[in-house]
């Protein structure tokens, strides 16, 4: 029977030279800390120390959709993997039957980022030798449900196993954070700060999005009925996640369109979207001024600004309709940045008060727009490879293309970006192991010296991200 | 004097390591039949059993735009190539005079993948061991003028002798395919299948659309007086291709536009441009909205759905004027398949009997945009790298940039897609070696394991472009 | 303290093979004459025999973009590195202090083009052996200081002992030339011609464009008051500059957009275009046809023509306000060549007494763009990899996505386009280096043979730059 591979020098490039120098700066940054500054783990399962994550596929299928993406595209149902429907709809609720589908087509993910962590987290994670197939399907499950109903397998546990120092996690703006607090309270020493992500109430064309605004009400205490108490409602929610430790702001947007609207222009858009007249245009331009808008607040509060653009989301409206968000069909489009930005960068982006952090999916702006920019103004950085780019691949020509021009300072390091929380360290050894491999491209080819690979690698693997996101 | 080189290990990087993984890789696969799901070879020269090449020019330089284009653009003129003229006028009929400014140019394609199919081409397939140069031009125009006499290179056992199992040629829809009936009417064990190629009576904008639709009123049988007659007869002649053997179809557009019009709206255009009153943009939407009335079809007929985007063609207006279509002068434009896609894709692409395989010209569209619609949709795969880009970098690319997100089980292996027969087997074999040497990269990073690997390679090489055409 | 490494195998990959060859293919070209066809070096320092060139910080960092942007970018303002302000304000005047924050934050050009060629100025031009800090920051100012006294930092002597064969700067149309006149009178025997750039004149939203008119008029004699007379004083000053031994001519264009408009028209936007009166999109139109009457100027005069599209200057408009023009914030945008060129391709594009280079700083149109189209057009050439990618991986790219479509012999060789004099050397050896890697990488994959690399590689250090820009 064959075994899952995940030799000790996974990763590095085959050259005997080069791979000498990888495994020498891959050995400064193994052990160190996981600084885990963007991502979508539930805080709930930090709050209770009993927290049970339920079924391996509860824990690894029915949640993740890099998974059950690659599945349907061969034709598996999404109802026949346990995805729960919106539309309230039956799903397969037979675990192991679910577990089974996945094994059978386990040869999907070869070569694969997601072949990748699956492969280390049901090794490392949970120590099974065995390569996934149809055959061996239901004794790995049995093995991982076993591993599951004992305590280093608690959340809390695993944070500590897996060598987290900080985690931050993804609320929306009207989050009442009641897990953080919780979790606070407890005294458990685990570190997981809030992010603040208004989007569901400053894209008007959310689903819900008036709803979403009376929830601002609520939360904020301010009663939200033009766009001098939305922003009023806005900061006050700032200053609470501040308050409850969070350092940063999250922001997703189709496009990176910017542009100021005088007062009065916005509070005409909000009132009209209030009474749900308002037209794709006015969204448009109203999310673009929100964009500096949330600059200026950051100048004035000190969260650090990060902004993902380019997703159209739930591209499958049949799919949406039935499971809604976040199945698997965001589709990246082309994206633009260097005039889109310019207003926003024209007002803000020489105050060195703001660290604006810049994601892409689209590769091409790497070198021509974001590097670039990155490379002169001071408020600017750029975050890692997002999303389908966070792979071996994808992190080699990140680097490649975006340090030449942006250098290494003007990086952040590595964000794991996971709601899958067990593959957080696969996520973070497969960044560090690229880094290695990359940064030993430069000193077997002359380019720097040893002194300075081990900085670089150190810097990219760990103290970039904590010294960007202000986590220190 | 110098000799071809084309040694035992082409093409495999040239790390050790890699190379010998890649090696034992590449055994696998090396004498596999070749499958050849989509490609340009005129049924002619199989249907009869003593067809002539005519003289090494006639084979290797009159009739291949790959390489007239590289002499024209150092200045070379096409008159001078023997080029036939469209417009009647005078070429070079000297064909020892065209191989010696081909042989003396033969330089300008170094580094080239027309310099590495060349290379097999002369040295494999006629035994030439000289590089060719200005010197021995005229030498090895006799050598290969002595082999053209013999049997073994009439079409028919070169075909056998490639070890093809299937080659797809792309017919008009308005042809008769009576070669391939004489094919097949010949009792020869080859097989040739037509596919079914409509652009010529469905895009409105190419030359000589009013007599093509006459031609199709003739070749159906149904009078093509309206939308709904031209849609019969488009049935009519798929269930034709069908029953000659295509699994097939193919259509080349501008951009990957799609748009469901309503039956009256398409009626409307469509009768509008008989009479020759038609705008560019209602030719857009008309040809966007056939692309889903091919999805259609091909859902009830089970015929495989391909589509070239981003070509323009015929740039140069005069090469165009004076020498007519496929003269080197197509150009790729950027391509945008998210947005242009997504009406096609919300009524079809969750269908699992469609089989939809797309092409691009742009290789920011594959990780960007193919890839992840690829790595979702049921009825989306991904075709090889298509023309400019079917080199030994090209296809590194198309790896590196799509099998990580859409996996390899979305791609559908190799298409030759050549009009110049001999150079199949150098085509085929470049592309095994690529596939074995990306693979091997794979297994000495440890990322997949050689059984993996073993079965990788197969599926690249052979099963998957079987399996998606439905050949087997 | 650390030395700064300079190995001799720097650049080339580490695989023991490739390198071996890398380095038989750079020991070929390793001491050919440097051929500068494009640059923006200042003539007035070969003027005159003892032109000195002030500090350290003079010479290496307050004119040098590439350096004080990354500084910017990591919050040191402009005006603390010494950059003279537009706006008279004050900036720093100690040179001792710029050097210094030069050096503490010389860690920012680790991995980056720019730590390349700093490396190799410092200790290849100046002798500095110890890698720049903070600590040795005045020790090493000192050591420079002190060779800058020396007769052989004179830059006449720096130009032959780099052995440069010759040296083309950029002048403005209206320039009088006056330095080149200078140097040709002086009887020294370094080649450093002109080259005729009339953006100023051309392009009319150029800031002080009106006057720039007027300064035509007076330069060529020709009272530019209408499209004709402008056409004309345009003509008057390309004679003049190929009197002055110009070759060539360059056009800076924010998109590659032509357009042939009626000689009516033409006037009319030009008459307005004097009185002030003049739309965005006119100006684009006005600029679009003026690159076909280049186009059909160079056509009659000889001058090779190069055209740089896709920068949008001064992007940063609180950096121009205070400091003017390349100050660092000029940022690429996403270009388009295949349309926008059409109309000059068809009307020039098949001539061959035209030679037209283009530039790019979108990669993405290298494969799908440019190199079709430098593979079909007779007049069409492309220009090296240009400001951000001039650099390892940028010209990797470059190789690998040019030359198998274009053919290596539709480029042009190297431009170092600098206004950094000293960076020179170090610019085309790492040109020459990565080219040589490049080959060697064609060579060990039994791409070409190593007659052919051989010829490849002195063909891309050398003769196809003197051949392309008439220099021999």
Redesign the interface.
């Known amino acids: 029977m064959?075994?899952i591979?995940?030799?000790a020098?996974?990763?590095?490039?085959?050259?005997a030279?080069?791979k000498k120098v990888a495994q020498q700066l891959y050995a400064i940054v193994q052990d160190l800390p996981l600084i885990c500054p963007h991502g979508h783990v539930d805080p709930r399962m930090f709050a209770d120390e009993h927290y049970d994550f339920g079924t391996p596929t509860d824990l690894l299928i029915i949640p993740d959709h890099y998974v059950f993406?690659?599945l349907?595209?061969?034709?598996v149902p999404l109802e026949s993997l346990g995805v729960p429907r919106w539309d309230g709809g039956a799903t397969e609720t037979d675990h192991r039957k679910i577990w089974q589908a996945f094994a059978d087509n386990y040869?999907?993910?070869?070569?694969?980022?997601s072949?990748?962590w699956l492969a280390y987290e049901l090794k490392v994670v949970f120590g099974v030798e065995d390569?996934l197939n149809g055959e061996n399907a239901q004794a790995v499950y049995d093995h991982i449900t076993e591993c599951l109903t004992k305590p280093e397998y608690r959340p809390r546990q695993m944070f500590e196993d897996f060598n987290i120092e900080v985690l931050c996690t993804t609320d929306a703006a009207t989050d009442s954070l009641e897990y953080h607090q919780q979790i606070c309270d407890s005294g458990w020493c685990g570190v997981v700060r809030p992010t603040f992500r208004p989007d569901a109430v400053v894209n008007m064309d959310t689903e819900g999005w008036r709803e979403n605004i009376d929830a601002l009400s609520a939360a904020s205490g301010i009663d939200v009925v033009d766009y001098k108490s939305f922003i009023a409602a806005l900061e006050d929610r700032r200053t609470y996640f501040k308050e409850m430790a969070a350092t940063a702001t999250d922001h997703a947007v189709l496009t990176p369109y910017t542009e100021e609207l005088p007062e009065g222009e916005a509070n005409a858009i909000f009132t009209r979207a209030l009474r749900g007249d308002v037209t794709e245009k006015e969204i448009k331009r109203f999310t673009g001024h929100m964009l500096l808008e949330m600059a200026r607040m950051s100048i004035e509060d000190g969260l650090v600004m990060q902004v993902h653009a380019g997703s159209?989301r739930n591209?499958?409206?049949?799919?949406f309709a039935k499971f809604g968000r976040d199945k698997?069909?965001?589709?990246?489009?082309?994206s633009?940045f260097?005039?889109n930005l310019?207003p926003l960068?024209?007002k803000y982006?020489?105050d060195?008060r703001l660290t604006l952090i810049l994601f892409t999916?689209?590769?091409?702006t790497y070198?021509?727009?974001l590097?670039?920019?990155?490379?002169?103004?001071?408020a600017?950085r750029l975050g890692p490879p997002w999303w389908?780019?966070d792979?071996?691949?994808?992190i080699a020509?990140y680097f490649?293309?975006v340090?030449?021009?942006?250098?290494?300072?003007?990086t952040v390091g590595f964000n794991d970006d996971t709601r899958a929380f067990p593959s957080i360290p696969a996520r973070h050894d497969l960044w560090r192991r690229a880094a290695s491999n990359w940064?030993a491209?430069?000193v077997?080819?002359?380019?720097?010296?040893e002194?300075?690979a081990a900085?670089?690698v150190e810097d990219a693997s760990y103290r970039l991200a904590k010294s960007a996101y202000k986590l220190g």
Chains 1, 2, 3 share one sequence.
């Open positions: 064959s075994k591979v995940l030799p020098d996974r990763y590095f490039g085959p050259d030279a080069q993406r690659m349907y595209s061969q034709g040869y999907l993910f070869r070569g694969t980022p072949g990748q390569k159209y591209h499958n409206q049949s799919v698997g069909s965001d589709i990246p489009i082309p633009e260097t005039r310019q960068l024209a982006g020489n060195p999916l689209d590769e091409t070198a021509r727009e590097a670039p920019l990155a490379g002169h103004y001071p600017l389908f780019h792979s071996i691949n994808g020509r490649d293309q340090i030449e021009t942006a250098g290494l300072y003007n940064i491209g430069l077997v080819r002359g380019m720097v010296d002194e300075d900085a670089m």
